[in-house]
């Protein structure tokens, strides 16, 4: 098995490099997805949210309401790791679950967006991270988002710095041109990442 940890700023494009090496066969344990599940209505997750911040981040079905949650822990490191605390312990668990149940000889992907940020690039054999410009990031989350300038900066500048996710990478995927240019860096990545399992010459980078 070689397990990747898979990252990149927000507006990078990271889900399209996942769903592209999912494609490929890869095994993706998404992060943001599992962040849903572990505080889904009716788990041990969403209570102790509840707990921690009061009954005003539940909807009126009983659903976590993120908006109302964001508004909370965005800005405010305290509540931030308080959160961090609650949901991060679960989906690594949840995580390792279902790497568990993969095959032997599987391409694991966990797609990861904070693994700079929590500290998990050496927990995998391989870091691939998705790098764009700032500039690219602000342009696609202001067009492609609708968020305002000041808000798509602020969101950019609250995550690990481009330069820090660079110093962690084995495999670096540019993302600012084509999803055509995407499929063949990613032809050759997804080689890459074979040859790592030692199915061919090893081609590192």
Known sequence: MLRVGLTGGIGAGKSAVSSRLAARGAVVIDSDVLAREVVARGTDGLAEVVAAFGPGVLTADGELDRPALGKIVFGDETARKKLEAIIHPRVRARAAEIEAGAAADAIVVHDIPLLVETGQADKFDLVLVVDVPVEVQVERLTTQRGM?????????????????????????????????????????????????????PDTKR
Not at 148 to 168: F, G, W
Not at 178 to 190: F, K, N, T
Request: charged fraction near 30%; hydrophobic fraction near 40%.
């Open 148 to 200: 305002p300038d000041q808000e798509a900066k602020q969101r950019i500048a609250s995550q690990a710095s481009r330069d820090e996710r660079l110093a962690v990478a084995d495999v670096v995927v540019g993302n600012a041109g084509s999803l055509a240019d995407l499929d063949r860096r990613l032809d050759e990545v997804w080689a890459t990442l074979g040859d790592r399992q030692g199915h061919g």
